[in-house]
């Protein structure tokens, strides 16, 4: 997407210059759009469909856009509202968040909004029983509702609907945590629950953020304390310019509630670079250093997430060597494979495992799959490439070792338009969906798929 850093004010997109203070001023409403491929590589298609005058020579061409995104929004209403409900009746009220919570709820139109998954708050003591009840509704996920959620992290687990346009990810607290030491963020959550509005929706109860909590903490200090390491997303500035314009949310209100929280430093580090008032915005991730000086002059108020992700990954070093163990003689045949047959049908062919289909499969848990995808990524990161995409080596890995278990998947690739020209990449479904496993959601919007293996019937 088109990015703009604090060394430099101008980003090149499909050779078109945007500067920092022009893009601003069209998030805001005040000023000409961007180039068409800024627009589509930031995801705004919706927003400038809405925002831009009738009669703009570019308003149509993202008209059907607009219309996809609206039609997938209600797509994902209609999936989680039973789910809800059914939350609803065993005493579990959930909290919506981030993208699908400011479409629905703050934006003057829902397709306004591009959102991917569904962010959802549980109270710890009812992680379990929602993971069960939705099971009983059909919703499988990562871990399967039916294996032990994970046990300290902030995502508990992810759920899909087979049949429909929807992942929820199932979260326990606000703002990211990577170790089990976890007290700020609970702080956070709790002090944030205690703000929500109860509302009805869609015949369910559902929590939403308070719009100051909304911004300060769901959205700044989130950015600052997690895994984005202080950068920002392009609708992050949209978020926080509705969140004033139809909130009445205040940049006082956001101070005060931040010297509240323990966060005072890292919101006023985050309005720096995004400030709908003064009309600064500096999206993108930050170089490393700056993102280390932020993490040092902040440290009395979080532990910094790099330190904290380190940490974890130390500490399970000997399950990730294990893991490693087993799945890379596997990678190196993919690498091989691939290497020695170019064409990928016939690849696919010879690298799907033969076996007595007929046979009903053995069930592979959450945890297998998971120890699965990160032996083989690290696999595929660590040997020698040898002219093969290292997404192609990782996808026949995946794509060879779930067939083996039991499991109908696909290998897909598909293509994009980039600066750089085409670009390709591979990937492995499961239903008709991105393995979750595999955190490339996406991948089937951005990328025109151009083979699939085996093809749908």
Request: charged share 25%; aromatic share 8%; net charge positive.
């Amino acid at each position: 997407m088109a990015t703009m850093d604090d060394t430099n004010d101008e980003k090149r997109v499909s050779g078109a210059p945007v500067s920092a203070a022009s893009f601003a001023a069209f998030l805001l409403g005040r000023g000409d759009p961007p180039p068409e491929a800024v627009i589509r590589a930031a995801r705004l298609e919706g927003y400038a469909y809405v925002a831009l005058p009738p009669d703009h020579p570019m308003r149509v061409r993202f008209r059907a856009d607009y219309l996809g995104a609206l039609a997938r929004h209600e797509a994902i209403k209609r999936d989680i509202a039973p789910l809800f409900r059914a939350w609803n009746d065993a005493g579990i009220t959930p909290l919506l968040m981030k993208g699908f919570h400011m479409a629905e709820f703050v934006y003057p139109v829902p397709g306004m909004r591009f959102h991917g998954d569904v962010d959802v708050v549980l109270e710890p003591r009812y992680i379990r029983r929602a993971a069960a009840i939705a099971a009983e509704l059909g919703w499988t996920g990562l871990p399967d509702p039916v294996d032990p959620p994970l046990p300290f992290r902030h995502e508990a687990y992810t759920l899909r609907r087979p049949a429909g346009h929807t992942q929820l990810d199932v979260q326990r607290y606000v703002v990211h945590r990577t170790l089990p030491l976890a007290w700020r963020q609970r702080r956070l959550t709790r002090a944030v629950l205690a703000r929500a509005r109860e509302i009805e929706w869609q015949g369910a109860r559902v929590r939403v953020p308070h719009p100051v909590d909304a911004a300060a903490v769901c959205l700044l200090v989130h950015r600052a304390w997690g895994s984005e390491h202080w950068g920002l997303k392009t609708h992050d500035f949209l978020d926080l310019r509705f969140l004033v314009e139809r909130e009445g949310v205040t940049r006082q209100a956001l101070e005060a509630r931040a010297a509240e929280l323990g966060a005072r430093r890292s919101l006023a580090l985050m309005l720096e670079r995004c400030d709908p008032w003064s009309g600064v915005f500096i999206p993108g991730p930050l170089p490393g250093r700056l993102a280390w000086r932020l993490d040092l002059r902040t440290l009395i108020e979080h532990a910094p997430h790099q330190v904290e992700k380190t940490a974890y990954r130390l500490l399970r070093a000997p399950l990730l060597l294990w893991d490693l163990g087993r799945t890379l003689p596997l990678v190196v045949r993919a690498r091989n494979a691939a290497r020695r047959e170019p064409d990928m049908h016939r690849l696919l062919t010879q690298f799907t495992p033969s076996g007595d289909r007929s046979a009903p499969p053995r069930r592979i848990t959450s945890r297998e799959r998971i120890w699965l995808a990160r032996g083989i990524k690290w696999g595929s990161q660590i040997i020698p490439a040898r002219g093969v995409g290292r997404c192609v080596i990782r996808s026949l890995a995946h794509y060879h070792a779930l067939r083996a278990r039991g499991m109908d998947v696909q290998f897909v690739s598909g293509v994009k338009r980039d600066t750089d020209g085409i670009v390709g990449h591979a990937w492995v479904e499961l239903d008709g969906h991105v393995l979750m496993e595999l955190y490339e959601p996406d991948n089937p919007r951005i990328y025109k798929e151009n083979f699939r293996y085996p093809p749908n019937a």
